[in-house]
């Protein structure tokens, strides 16, 4: 028998290519084609915004580092600029620290042509092919390159709207799906030098997603020759309407695209643990991607939380217990096994490998 959900799919997926056809004229994008100047500063000039560009990468020597260039924090983006600089680092010996420096807005310049950014004395740039970043942070440094391997992508005009004039909105770009990485690192004043694989994506909005949102998964792998982005976005309980599941999706082999229809993706998620902060997440999630055209399962299993961050631990201290009466927002980071069994367009694999995904509760 087909389902209600079914039977309005047609209608959804018309719906969806209008608002999408839409978006890409109001912004100026080319449908399918990431430019560079999308990697620039996208909310420059524009108030009450916030703004991020996020590089992590793993090393072969069981070490990663991530770092974000930050205009502003997510969770309060009214006023001027607050700029900070995230950095994340482990040794291969397991040692970590979590750096967030934060600076005056005259110490932040970026270019609105393409991806050009320089916070004090840390820097990045590149042409969505190539980035160069430099990071120094009291004992720890990198000088890193960022290369390109899977192709640039973002979903749709990779913008979502809210508002009945559409002036509240939330942007996603994502210039590296999948690359190799070298350099060197400095780790508590020991240099080395490394090399692995990296990802890059880029954030901008005027509008915390927490109003809207309840949770969200996100996630990434690179298994084989496959490079795979998979989300689920809960929204707000509304009287009457209930939550929706919004979902993102990209499966690409080698440097081709084979499917970014989210419509057809779906999560079941199973056996839940206790976690920090009295929040709670499921041991099994289990992805499945049904089209016309084939289907795509992705399997993650015995996840490692690698970072829980309470979301409002940059409050005063006298504050934050009365916040967590209303709200208690965290963020939980995984490292997890995947099974990736792909029967699409003439493409069948099952490929095995780990995948890095998070849980951002905003409730």
Not at 127 to 142: F, I, P
Request: charged share 30%; glycine share 10%; net charge negative.
């Amino acid at each position: 028998m087909t389902s209600e959900l079914e039977k309005k799919i047609p209608d959804i997926r018309e719906r969806m290519e209008k608002d999408t056809a839409e978006s890409l004229r109001r912004e100026g994008l080319k449908a399918g084609v990431v430019e560079p100047w999308e990697d620039g500063f996208r909310t420059k000039d524009k108030a009450d915004t916030f703004e991020w560009w996020y590089f992590d990468a793993e090393f072969d020597d069981g070490g990663n580092a991530v770092v974000t260039f930050n205009t502003s924090p997510l969770t309060h983006p009214k006023g001027p600029l607050h700029p900070s600089l995230l950095l994340i680092m482990r040794s291969p010996g397991g040692k970590k620290v979590r750096l967030i420096p934060e600076f005056k807005a005259v110490d932040l310049s970026a270019a609105a042509e393409g991806c050009d950014v320089r916070l004090g004395e840390n820097s990045v740039k590149g042409d969505l092919e190539r980035y160069e970043l430099h990071v120094e942070v009291e004992s720890y440094a990198a000088d890193l390159v960022y290369t390109r391997k899977a192709p640039s992508w973002r979903p749709g005009s990779g913008i979502s709207y809210s508002g009945r004039e559409k002036n509240n909105y939330f942007g996603w770009v994502v210039p590296i799906p999948f690359g190799t990485v070298e350099g060197t690192v400095v780790f508590e004043g020991e240099k080395r030098e490394v090399k692995g694989t990296c990802y890059h994506d880029h954030n901008w909005g005027n509008v915390s997603p927490g109003l809207s949102i309840d949770h969200w998964y996100w996630g990434r792998a690179h298994v084989g020759d496959f490079t795979v982005i998979f989300v689920e976005m809960v929204t707000r309980h509304v009287i009457g309407i209930g939550s929706l599941k919004l979902h993102t999706f990209m499966l690409a082999k080698g440097d081709e695209i084979l499917t970014d229809d989210a419509l057809p993706l779906s999560l079941t998620t199973s056996d839940f643990r206790e976690g920090p902060g009295g929040r709670s997440y499921p041991s099994g999630l289990d992805w499945e991607w049904q089209g016309d055209e084939g289907r795509v399962t992705l399997s993650l299993r015995n996840p490692e939380m690698i970072e829980s961050i309470d979301m409002l631990g940059g409050m005063p201290r006298w504050e934050k217990p009365l916040v967590h009466l209303i709200a208690n927002p965290y963020y939980y980071d995984f490292d997890a096994d995947l099974e990736l069994a792909v029967d699409l367009k003439g493409v069948k694999a099952t490929e095995r490998g780990r995948a890095l995904y998070e849980l951002m509760m905003l409730k």
